[in-house]
């Protein structure tokens, strides 16, 4: 396995070899109707094109091929709210290795169908994401496989590659909105954007109803605070040290939105661009949708990171 | 521009040189989801994946590509009831000609706003597609501008380049199932596959509310039949005598499915791959449920050709 301090943008360009063995570069489209809803020029950032419908899928690839031969026989342990997890069930088909996969109580029956569909152990285990991980990491220890956090570098570095591809197709972007559930994603845009283009923006988004990252951000040291957002991709309640180390350095700014405006979000973007976000993958629409008065005239990028929504969730917001 | 008769294997490679100067290839992914429901391994292409949502703009590219200077500068007409309109408006913006699309009176209108916000000029005129196309085919005369027929040979090789994508990705495929409205998909797929591997079986499928390309090719002549299917992208009421020449020669069969069908396949496509398919787009899953039986251990790609369902027949469907 490959030795990481926090990564950098060459880490980033070094993961594109694992990463493009298996998977091919997402769409950056533009929708009129979205730039009159914000009132800005917009693009989308369609990770949910990838397989598994999100961009953890990246990192997912780009550990396993890191991982030294013995690390993958040892079998892979993890938590997960579901996408992570995917991602981890398809790197390690891939690379036919073992993993273990536990998933909070009252997980999205898809991406755990989606997750056994593809050949991972998903146990149930715990209320929320940080009661699953820990009882997984014992377990990890005890039947010696390889824990992966859901912020490992490796991860990082994989998921920075969606970062490399908006520069290339959009040089001249001058936004790009990115949600945070852990924050992989996040920290892949600032190292990128950073390092290319210090003047390109990068705006983190959360939940309101699960701001532990952005108090924390905020805040300089980590905060817990309560979590019940209905947007389990952004469901953090115990914030990730090394993923906050690096939005302090980059990040710009880091809104909160409602997990109303969420929905409203999924709705305009199943309106105008015809894809199913999950509620993560509306979180960057909702905050451009918040910050259109800032946004004025500024190319702006939002991240559609995964669309995994249950169609009994999609139904009520419909409804 | 290129003179054709019937478009052969070797005009749609060609193809492929426009095509993707513009565009990527789409993914053809496996969901464990559909594999369990269709009951066997079942594979989709994701034309909902391209830009305007539907696999028409490869033809749109390709054509404008084919024409002369003058012939762009002549401006473009064409009728549509949605996705060939937003793809000839998708290409003639990329090659910067006009484009007049004619659109029948009650369109969907997410389309239109789409084919606007691409710049083209859109016209409202008669109840349906054939009505439409008649008037602005009269126009296209009058105005001495190039008409695009939505069989236009040199759309048929730019569709064609999905059929190649997939026997490139999946060379073992058995099945491809593939929508019909005017046909020009489909005979992309039929001329691609058999001269690729003629033991792939292409079958073709269309609204049971909207028969009249399917009794036509049962019959081996232009059968008009009555038109009343919520499903735009396959509403044709005036069959096409190229595109049924081509499928009289390679297609091994051509089924209907009832409107109800198409609605619970874009339920069940929404649940197990997270896309939202429009009626066109998810006749290939409801004649693969149909035809289950006969498509037992026979590995299957399903054409999932586009996304465009405004949120108001979605909301209906899902109610």
Redesign the interface.
């Known amino acids: 396995m490959k030795e990481y301090s926090d990564p950098t943008v060459q880490d980033i360009v070094s993961a594109q070899t694992h990463v493009y063995r298996f998977l091919?570069?997402t769409?950056l489209?533009r929708?009129?109707?979205l730039c009159d809803l914000v009132g800005t020029d917009v693009w989308v950032k369609?990770e949910?094109?990838l397989?598994v419908?999100a961009f953890k899928v990246r990192g997912g690839i780009n550990l396993l091929a890191e991982l030294t031969t013995e690390q993958r026989s040892a079998g892979l342990f993890t938590a997960s709210t579901g996408n992570h997890g995917q991602s981890i069930a398809y790197a390690a088909r891939e690379f036919r290795a073992r993993a273990t996969i536990a998933v909070p109580e009252r997980s999205n029956p898809?991406k755990v169908?989606?997750m056994?569909?593809?050949g991972a152990n998903v146990i149930f285990h715990g209320a929320d994401f940080d009661a699953a991980r820990q009882w997984v990491s014992a377990r990890a220890a005890e039947e010696g496989g390889y824990f992966v956090s859901p912020t490992d570098e490796s991860l990082i570095c994989g998921v920075g590659t969606y970062a490399l591809e908006i520069v290339e197709t959009l040089p001249d972007v001058e936004t790009i909105i990115v949600p945070v559930g852990a924050g992989s994603g996040a920290c892949g845009v600032c190292i990128v954007a950073k390092s290319v283009n210090p003047r390109i923006e990068v705006i983190a988004a959360q939940s309101a109803q699960a701001p532990t990252m952005q108090l924390s951000w905020a805040a300089g040291k980590p905060v817990t605070a309560s979590m019940d957002t209905f947007a389990e991709g952004v469901a953090t309640r115990v914030p990730f040290e090394n993923t906050q180390r690096i939005m302090r350095k980059y990040l710009d700014d880091f809104v909160l939105v409602d997990d109303e405006e969420i929905k409203s979000a999924i709705?305009q973007m199943?309106?105008?661009?015809?894809?199913?976000a999950?509620g993560a993958g509306a979180v960057a629409l909702a905050a451009a949708l918040k910050l259109k008065d800032r946004l004025s005239q500024r190319k702006t990028v939002i991240v559609l990171s995964g669309?995994?929504?249950s169609?009994e969730k999609?139904?009520t917001i419909?409804?």
């Open positions: 091919q570069p769409p489209y929708y009129s109707g369609h949910n094109h397989p419908g898809g169908a989606a056994r569909g593809l709705r199943l309106e105008h661009t015809h894809n199913l999950e669309g995994n929504l169609s999609l139904r419909l409804a």
